[in-house]
């Protein structure tokens, strides 16, 4: 199985790091402990949303298109906002 996810930072106001894994409890993990380069200054995250997929390529494909398109990005926090502020 192969996951898209969301973190949020507990450190920095409204920023969100999107990504995939085929392993979602490691992969968090490794962000929050400073190993991902990307994301060390601004941890620690939580989890706020992710989806599962059964290929690689799709959860690729779905990253890429939250990253890359606001019209994608805009509905989904809109669906996961009553989350973000516990």
């Not at 894994?21 to 929050?32: D, F, S, V």
Request: glycine share 4%.
């Amino acid at each position: 199985m192969w996951y898209v996810y969301v973190l949020q930072s507990q450190n920095v106001l409204n920023w969100f790091y999107k990504g995939s894994t085929n392993n979602l409890t490691t992969r968090i993990e490794k962000h929050n402990i400073g190993e991902v380069i990307s994301t060390k200054p601004y941890r620690p995250f939580r989890l706020v949303y992710y989806e599962a997929y059964l290929t690689e390529f799709a959860a690729r494909n779905r990253e890429a298109s939250i990253k890359k398109s606001g019209s994608v990005w805009k509905p989904l926090m809109d669906r996961i906002k009553d989350s973000l502020h516990t």
